[in-house]
Nanobody
Framework: QVQLVESGGGSVTAGESLRLSCLAS??????????MTWFRQAPGKEREGIAS????????FYADSVKGRFTISKDMDKRMLYLQMNDLKPGGTAMYYC???????????????WGQGIQVTVTE
């Protein structure tokens, strides 16, 4: 298991930007087929995978809801995962989770190790 800690959440107004960070306790093998993934869960909604990046490569995936506005990146030497969120919308208000997922999209993520989550609030 990998321990994950998110940071960088907070409250912003619509149209503003925010960057989330995630620190991993250990670095996955560079040969791993796993992904680092950001999820979010809004009130009354199911948890949604919004962005993933391959551990081994730089392949990325974005949910349609954030495509073109969010950018996922990694610095494995620093054991860090980032999510740059631009042009935030009120619908982006949610608890955001960093996760180490067994597989990469497309398809199911498989099992995952989870961070504790961090709140992002976007006001109109």
């Amino acid at each position: 298991q990998v321990q994950l800690v998110e940071s960088g959440g907070g409250s912003v107004t619509a149209g503003e930007s925010l960057r989330l960070s995630c620190l991993a306790s250990v670095s996955p093998s560079p040969l791993s087929r796993a992904c680092m993934t950001w999820f979010r869960q809004a009130p009354g909604k199911e948890r949604e995978g919004i962005a993933s990046i391959s551990v081994k490569f730089t392949n990325t995936f974005y949910a349609d809801s954030v495509k073109g506005r969010f950018t996922i990146s990694k610095d494995m030497d620093k054991r860090m995962l980032y999510l740059q969120m631009n042009d935030l919308k009120p619908g982006g208000t949610a608890m955001y989770y960093c996760a180490f997922t067994r597989f990469c999209p497309p398809g199911s993520y498989g099992s995952a190790d989870w961070g504790q989550g961090i709140q992002v609030t976007v006001t109109e």
